[in-house]
């Protein structure tokens, strides 16, 4: 499965935006999905993961602000982003893995391959 971010954007501090990641290929509903950010400088990090079953985990950082979601049928996986702030400005990617809660989740498939990735970033 090939996945592919899309739905960045330039929004004021408090706004929200909802990010899309499309799958082409076939056995998406076998798998989890992780969305990541990377800032420039820094590391990518996993900000919020959906199992293949619907369970969800988030990172720390984005508890209550985001969520997760995913339409099996349609092969997309969202992730609804409210009260951003300007750190949550970065290029953000989706991964499909394994695993079933925040800690446990592994991306698979060519990790040298993360996609374009699409950019959000929130104003002050």
């Known amino acids: 499965v090939q996945l592919q971010a899309s739905g960045g954007g330039l929004v004021q501090a408090g706004g929200s935006l909802r990010l899309s990641c499309a799958a082409s290929g076939s056995n998406f509903r076998r798998y989890a999905v992780g969305w990541y950010r990377q800032a420039p400088g820094n590391q990518r990090e996993l900000v919020a993961i959906?199992?293949?079953?619907?369970?969800?985990g988030f990172a720390e950082f984005v508890e209550g602000r985001f969520t997760i979601s995913r339409d099996n049928a349609k092969a997309v996986v969202w992730l609804q982003m409210n009260s951003l702030k300007p750190e949550d400005t970065a290029v953000y990617y989706c991964?499909?893995?394994?695993?079933?809660?925040?800690?446990?989740?592994?991306?698979?498939?060519?990790?040298?391959?993360w996609g374009q990735g699409t950019q959000v970033t929130v104003s002050s």
């Open positions: 959906i199992s293949s079953g619907g369970s969800t």
């Open positions: 991964k499909e893995g394994f695993g079933s809660t925040y800690y446990s989740f592994r991306p698979i498939g060519d990790l040298d391959a």
